[in-house]
């Protein structure tokens, strides 16, 4: 990629998606919503990205009901897309997730109630997966034993810092009754995380694209792929709608991180900015660029 101003080009590429909420049997959620087909256009619009991918990250919410067969339908449709991006998958658990089904019908591990968390090295970027779901409840928590290990993965620094991934964003949901679903007790998240190289959190659970920061770390919340909420209706009036999917592009820099929201739904781009037109951007100066670029026509 062409480097024409002061940042050099992403040195990692992440891919957060979230709240797939896939059902057997061919059902829609509610009825009306075709989440297997909202996410088949996802993956089809993320093969269409430009430049290389070092991991899909999904945020948790992947079966609406634990259903076994839920989890077997998502392993179908993403891996054959992680296959061809050269891309591992990160799966979080979230609260709509069965444990069990999830561990044995998507990851292929023993059936148990064990929190679902991780550790993957991303050439040097440290990606950690947490486990915020409760079984039986639909609200988020980390356990003692889950802080004490990420506590202990985070005592060594990773060259190019860590980002963590949970289902519960530690933030406010702007929805007052969402707020019953948070993630509990957040403190003893902060003072885990406090002075070591957590550089962002990534999260879903809301189905809408939000970001804040906590205990001074930056937190992003990928909307959903299966239905999406505006806030901009009041409290009482939010509910599910079947438009305005998206995914985020997490780019990483040395000195920041940016995410970004591309939506699923998309149109053919203008003609303005052409391969040609970059060429011969790329042939001037800096000075010569900033004249041709910058300057308004008088």
């Not at 009306?32 to 993320?46: C, K, M, S």
């Not at 979080?92 to 444990?99: L, P, S, T």
């Not at 963590?164 to 929805?175: K, M």
Request: proline content about 7%; hydrophobic content about 45%; glycine content about 8%.
């Amino acid at each position: 990629m062409l480097q024409l101003g002061q940042h050099p080009p992403a040195s990692r590429t992440i891919v957060h998606l979230s709240d797939t909420h896939l059902v057997g049997g061919g059902r829609r959620l509610s009825g009306t919503i075709d989440a297997d087909a909202n996410l088949v256009a996802t993956l089809e619009r993320v093969e269409r990205l430009s430049g290389g991918v070092d991991a899909l990250v999904f945020t948790g919410d992947l079966a609406d009901l634990g259903e076994p067969e839920a989890y077997v339908r998502l392993r179908e449709l993403v891996d054959p897309v992680a296959a061809r991006l050269g891309a591992p998958v990160v799966w979080v658990a979230g609260n709509h997730d069965e444990r069990p089904e999830l561990r044995r019908d998507l990851l292929g591990l023993a059936s148990t109630q064990e929190p679902l968390t991780g550790v993957w090295d991303l050439g040097g970027l440290r990606l950690v997966a947490l486990d915020s779901t409760v079984p039986g409840w639909h609200h988020g928590d980390l356990d003692d034993a889950q802080l004490a290990w990420l506590a202990e993965v985070l005592a060594e620094p990773a060259p190019l810092g860590t980002v963590l991934a949970l289902h519960h964003p530690p933030l406010p949901s702007h929805i007052p009754l969402f707020d019953v679903l948070e993630l509990r007790d957040q403190g003893r998240l902060a003072a885990v995380i406090a002075g070591s190289d957590v550089r962002a959190i990534l999260a879903g659970h809301l189905h809408y694209s939000t970001s804040g920061t906590f205990a001074g770390v930056p937190v992003s919340v990928a909307s959903a792929s299966c239905y999406t909420m505006d806030i901009s209706l009041p409290a009482q009036r939010v509910n599910g709608m079947d438009a305005g999917q998206s995914f985020h592009l997490v780019h990483v820099y040395e000195d920041t991180i940016t995410h970004s929201v591309v939506p699923i739904a998309s149109a053919e781009p203008g003609d303005a900015f052409t391969p040609a037109w970059y060429a011969a951007m790329a042939a001037l100066t800096p000075e010569q660029r900033l004249d041709a670029f910058s300057r308004k026509p008088s």
